[in-house]
């Protein structure tokens, strides 16, 4: 008796153990020898808020956070974040619902870092980049910056001119220009390319904001088709 009960406990450990969850992701852990898509799946699954991918900021003057898109996989972000990666920078991810409307987690995204700020002096500028929906969280986190603190903004294939959904449910109103102290570069893909504009009649990236930077990124990319998730790649090889 006592044999078969050993016996059932060390199954039920060995099984317990194998489907023990993993750590949260870290930069360390974006291999090569990994698939995208499994790094990705890990990626999406930090809890929601500001995560960061590394433990030591000790060098860092700069807090680097990017902002995922509507129902993002996540594997559209793991080239990017490795190649934006340096010493100077301390890499965050921000995990947000982005089913819901995009006011209360642009809040508290410009909580954490004023508390960010306010326990390290050593950070000299905060850098967002923001994807497709993301791009409009950004914006809104541009809007209620007040910090002493530079704040340059990268919004990347992303509707800042808005949609009739955005507007009538979610009441957003794009930015019309920047505040002091704060930079905008917008990264636009091309309509007829982008799998998520293309069948819009009018591409919600049009639109004139005092004080930005627009640059239209190119037809291809490392041979293929430059579409709506290829886009931040190619930002992160060309503006970092």
């Given at each position: 008796?006592?044999?078969?009960?050993?016996?059932?406990?060390?199954?039920?450990?060995?099984?317990?153990?194998?489907?023990a969850?993993?750590?949260?992701?870290?930069?360390?852990?974006?291999?090569?020898?990994i698939?995208?898509k499994?790094?990705?799946e890990?990626?999406?699954d930090?809890p929601?808020?500001?995560?960061t991918l590394?433990?030591?900021?000790?060098v860092?003057?700069?807090?680097?956070?990017?902002?995922?898109?509507a129902?993002?996989?996540?594997?559209?972000?793991?080239?990017?974040?490795?190649t934006?990666?340096?010493k100077?920078?301390?890499?965050?991810?921000?995990?947000?619902?982005?089913?819901?409307?995009?006011q209360?987690s642009?809040?508290?995204?410009?909580n954490?870092?004023?508390?960010?700020?306010?326990?390290?002096?050593?950070?000299k500028?905060?850098?967002?980049?923001?994807?497709?929906?993301?791009?409009?969280?950004?914006?809104?986190?541009?809007?209620?910056?007040n910090?002493?603190?530079?704040?340059?903004?990268?919004?990347v294939?992303?509707?800042?001119?808005?949609?009739?959904?955005?507007?009538?449910?979610c009441?957003?109103?794009?930015?019309?220009?920047?505040?002091?102290?704060?930079?905008?570069?917008?990264?636009?893909?091309?309509?007829q390319?982008?799998?998520?504009?293309?069948?819009?009649?009018?591409?919600?990236?049009?639109?004139?904001?005092?004080?930005?930077?627009?640059?239209?990124?190119?037809?291809?990319?490392?041979?293929?088709?430059?579409?709506?998730?290829?886009?931040?790649s190619?930002?992160a090889d060309?503006?970092f």
């Open positions: 008796m006592k044999h078969i009960f050993y016996t059932f406990a060390l199954v039920f450990f060995t099984v317990g153990c194998g489907n969850p993993q750590p949260p992701i870290q930069l360390n852990d974006l291999s090569n020898d698939s995208v499994k790094l990705g890990r990626l999406i930090l929601y808020g500001l995560n590394e433990a030591n900021q000790d860092a003057q700069e807090i680097f956070i990017a902002v995922h898109g129902g993002s996989e996540g594997y559209e972000w793991i080239y990017p974040i490795k934006i990666d340096s100077q920078k301390h890499m965050y991810f921000y995990r947000w619902h982005d089913n819901w409307c995009f209360s642009a809040v508290e995204l410009a954490e870092i004023n508390n960010l700020l306010s326990q390290n002096n050593s950070f500028k905060v850098s967002l980049i923001g994807h497709s929906y993301g791009g409009i969280l950004v914006t809104h986190v541009l809007k209620l910056w910090a002493a603190t530079p704040l340059e903004v990268h919004v294939a992303s509707p800042l001119l808005g949609t009739s959904t955005l507007k009538s449910i009441g957003y109103e794009p930015i019309e220009m920047l505040p002091n102290n704060t930079s905008l570069f917008e990264w636009r893909t091309q309509h390319l982008d799998s998520a504009f293309k069948y819009l009649s009018e591409d919600p990236q049009q639109i004139n904001i005092k004080g930005s930077s627009v640059t239209v990124l190119p037809e291809t990319y490392k041979g293929n088709r430059l579409g709506h998730n290829w886009s931040i190619w930002v060309e503006a």
